[in-house]
């Protein structure tokens, strides 16, 4: 993250994109601004129609779909009139006489106005882009060489291809031949050079491993070789490390969210899966640490781990390693994700699970030791398995121990690997399976006052007992001590 004071901007912008002519011109450069969720509105309805027949809307709409075709922006296109020129967040295009109230260039054919609003993350997001055509200047329709002559007319559709592609976020390119060259020339439709620009601003994200969030703790570090914030936003400056962990909630729930380090400048975010920062913490935390906690509504999310671009505290720095702790709490269980399997036959089935207080009002990650808890799961047979003669298996991990639910409905350790695996239940699998781990449990009770358990379950055939399907994602409990 660059520093808070810098990137925090009241910026409401409206940016004079493109002066395209047919002499070398600037362009005004926002290298990373781009469309949140990658796609927009467009409307269109110009009237008229070129020397050589063809409808300058219908050319203008040839040109979105040269863009949206090939690339993965996505323009909706919306056949009504609607005048560039007024800051409306609305997006269109029209034939004027001058440029919102200033004179056209010399030589300039048309102009994309962009205005862009401030992020926190990268550079400022495009809310609203139109296109100015010079009514002045004489247009026609036609493929391949521009014509010659210093009173020739000029390819329509390749003007309206250019200004699209402002439109869409690109700058101008002169290292390449492409449409986005600076200057007008023979190239009348996007190049791989174009589109690859496209994807290099839209994919960015792509390129930065997602992790799944793991409840409880994990250790990790920023530093020398990790995805920075320029590199996920696709521009800027803003080169501090970041990590990404990915959770996808199907009910709202509450995240609380703990960046632990003694050294490690830490910054704390929670955005959506297009970098829209919902909520952030820099440093509330003693120390170098954050902390931060957000009810969300059901989506993905992405947790980001990250730090500042240059040290703004003596006594912290901007790379080391940190703990990140995550807890959760729902009036729903946790998804547990997709079902994972002991062999390499492919899983199958669906598996749900939560700790909870006894009273079952909340699911939860986090208890005090004074607490009764409840853990309990389900799982969704198969359909294919339904009625077939298996097993049902339960499992707390604990450190390096490894404790099996017995058909008793205790917890026996398991010594060694020790085979085979202790089951739970052992009959005809049911269309669904539920187990009960703990109930009414008090851990203050029985001496335990800290504790970090996971919990797995799943099924299994008689016919193939090696092969279990269980729950990729286990059900959490981490147990604190009690406040007096």
Known sequence: MAAIGSRILALIAVSLALFFVGVQSAAFEISGSKWKGGKTDFYVSLTGESPSGIAWHDS???AIADWDDDTVFDFNVIEQA????????LNSVDFTDEVCGSEYGASTLAVTLRRLSSTLLGEPNIFEADIVINSDVRYDIYDGLLYPGSNRRIDFRRVAIHELGHV?????????LAIMAPTIGDIDRPTEDDFAG???????????????LVLGTITNSLADGDCTVAQITAGGTDFSYIDLYRIDLEKAATLSLTMTSSALDSVLLISDLNLTVIDYDDKSAEGCSSTLTRQLDPGSYLVLANTFDKQVDPACVTEGDYSLTAHYQSGYPLPLGAAIS??????????TGAASNSSGAFYQTRFSADES??????IAIAAQDIGEAGFVVAA???GD???????????VERANNASPFPKHRTGELRAIETVLMLDAVVPESLGITELDVDFLLGYGLDSDPSTIFYNSTPIKMVIEPSTP
């Not at 609607?82 to 967040?89: T, W």
């Not at 808890?373 to 389900?378: L, Q, Y």
């Open 60 to 62: 203008f709409l040839a």
């Open 82 to 89: 609607i005048d560039p020129c007024l800051e409306d967040g």
């Open 168 to 176: 869409i976020g690109l700058e101008h390119e002169s290292r390449e």
């Open 198 to 212: 496209v994807d290099a601003l839209y994919t960015a994200l792509e390129s930065c491993t997602q992790n799944t």
């Open 342 to 351: 002991t062999s390499d036959t492919p899983a199958r089935g669906i598996i």
């Open 373 to 378: 808890i409840k853990v309990n799961g389900e």
């Open 396 to 398: 707390a991990l604990t």
């Open 401 to 411: 121990q490894v404790f099996a639910l017995n058909s008793a409905g205790i917890f």
